[in-house]
């Protein structure tokens, strides 16, 4: 039982969902689940003392029908095509033996997991081992999220309560909340179900606060406005370049001398965040200094690039400004990953040639350094500001789309076949940030990915405690982005530039990214200097 007065946000949601039940405490959040095989102690103890009791002991409490097997749950959401799980999601060490079923009689599954656990724990296992969870996939609280439609009506309802919503949010959630957004939901089980307009409240993991009371108020202000609106409060928070275990370098990453778009890069030495290199533009300075540039986001560099000046940099300054392709802690995980499987018998060529690149590369001269940045900001449109330059030295590749085979065959997004590029395409213009359509990007944690923009922006409460609102991409079928593709660029269906990658949720497949104008206008204000594509 947790000691604090209210509970935390996982506590609160679990107790909200009768069709997801745990025999210790509360149900994790995010229900995705991985298989685990293998002879294990806990599989042999499940082959010879439980499973010849289950069917027995399941029918006892009216389900019939069932499908059971054991799992891993994940700490937090994930995408379903990360590379390498063990060290890209923070899974338990525990094991569920999870119990599906179509039954809707949910009132003594409670009892029902806690007995199958009992055999468990009467066979030397304890929770922090094992745990059983007995869920209906189409009943449990499962939603998934698309962009508003072009609905006046319900854009003005959702514009008309965000104010009230958001005092709401503010007096009984304090810190504790991280964004606020307005979508489409419909459960992940039936697509064909109708989808309602939602207003999502975001709180931060183990947050604590009168759920129930916060829930009251946001319904009262929903019943007035008389407009369908739904509400949900989930776990969750706004992601950028951080990533504490690192994200490893993904199988297709291009080992190279040179950088490119989407390739990984990082502080020189900084063995915590890494992000995403976005592409390559002349930055034009008053009195005639032109100087090579890529353009990233700044949170991949912490405080240390905020506010610089883009001349006379003293030379200390320039070696503690170096970036490095690759990230010095995507390097230095993936070579850890790598060293592990190349232990294995089977380990083809192709890894071990793989690993002595990478371990090459942590000698690779930096590609330029840091000479300005826009530190947390936000502008006239309450967008926050979140760009870095880095001075580059002769080395440019060409600012190049993502591919659309690549689209077609991973995505099979159906707007996938409208995307205008071919394999010779450059990126030459920048046009502006439409919402409701649809855009991709290149990152180098999750590659080539695409998605709609929202009609309404996300409300955003950062760490430091700024408000801003930022465009909101839904992703389809999987996540936008990533922690580690800030920096990347956006681009729209003709391959034009339309903005900047700063920040993801991986909870609703979203990532939230900057108006490229706004960017290039903010340079302009910063350092008096004109940004064109290289």
Request: aromatic content about 10%; some cysteine.
């Amino acid at each position: 039982m947790a000691t604090h007065i209210f509970p935390t946000i996982e506590e609160w949601c679990a107790s909200k969902d009768k069709f997801r039940v745990v025999a210790n405490g509360f149900s994790r959040p995010f229900p995705q689940a991985h298989r685990v095989t293998g002879n294990t102690p806990l599989n042999r103890f499940y082959k010879s003392n439980v499973e010849s009791q289950m069917r027995t002991i399941l029918a006892r409490y009216g389900i019939y029908k069932y499908w059971m097997d054991f799992h891993r749950l994940p700490e937090t959401f994930i995408p379903e095509y990360f590379i390498f799980p063990p060290n890209l999601v923070h899974h338990t060490d525990q094991v569920t033996l999870l119990i599906k079923t179509e039954s809707g009689d949910s009132n003594n599954w409670k009892i029902l997991a806690e007995e199958i656990f009992s055999i468990f724990a009467n066979g030397g296992f304890n929770k922090d081992q094992v745990e059983v969870e007995i869920r209906n996939p189409k009943r449990m609280n499962y939603n998934i999220s698309s962009i508003l439609d072009d609905d006046d009506y319900t854009l003005a309802a959702c514009q008309s309560v965000r104010s009230k919503l958001l005092d709401q949010i503010r007096t009984y959630c304090g810190s504790a909340w991280s964004s606020v957004a307005f979508h489409l939901r419909t459960h992940i089980s039936d697509d064909s179900e109708l989808k309602k307009p939602t207003i999502l409240v975001y709180c931060h993991k183990g947050s604590c606060c009168d759920f129930d009371a916060l829930e009251s108020a946001l319904l009262k202000i929903l019943s007035k406005a008389n407009a369908g609106l739904s509400l949900e409060l989930l776990p969750g928070s706004v992601v950028s370049a951080y990533n504490p275990l690192s994200t490893p370098i993904p199988p297709a990453y291009n080992i190279s001398r040179e950088p490119f778009i989407e390739a990984s890069i990082g502080l020189k030495g900084d063995k915590e965040r890494s992000g995403t290199l976005g592409g390559w533009f002349m930055l034009d300075l008053p009195g005639g200094l032109t100087s090579k540039v890529a353009l990233t986001s700044h949170n991949l560099f912490g405080d240390i690039g905020s506010q610089l000046g883009t001349r006379n940099t003293e030379e200390s300054e320039i070696e503690r400004l170096q970036v490095e392709h690759p990230a010095p802690s995507d390097t230095m995980a993936t070579i850890k990953h790598l060293e592990a499987f190349c232990l294995k018998p089977d380990c083809p060529s192709s890894t071990t040639q793989w690993l002595k690149d990478l371990r090459d590369a942590t000698t690779a001269p930096s590609i330029g350094h840091i000479i300005s940045a826009s530190g947390y900001r936000l502008n006239d449109n309450r967008h926050r500001m979140d760009w870095a330059l880095i001075q580059v030295s002769s080395y440019m590749a060409k600012n190049r789309p993502p591919l659309k085979d690549f689209l077609e065959s991973h995505t099979f997004d159906p707007n996938a076949p409208h995307y205008k590029v071919t394999p010779d395409s450059i990126i030459t213009n920048l046009c502006d940030l439409i919402p409701g359509s649809w855009a991709v990007k290149g990152g180098k944690c999750t590659g080539s990915t695409c998605g709609d923009i929202n009609r309404l922006p996300r409300i955003i409460q950062w760490d430091d405690g700024q408000e801003s609102e930022e465009a909101d991409f839904v992703g389809w079928a999987q996540n936008f982005a990533q922690a580690g593709d800030t920096g990347s660029f956006v681009v729209d269906t003709f391959g034009n530039l339309v903005g900047l990658l700063i920040a993801a949720d991986p909870v609703t497949s979203c990532a939230f990214v900057t108006p490229i104008r706004e960017v290039v206008a903010d340079v302009k204000a910063m350092t008096g200097g004109n940004l064109t594509l290289a």
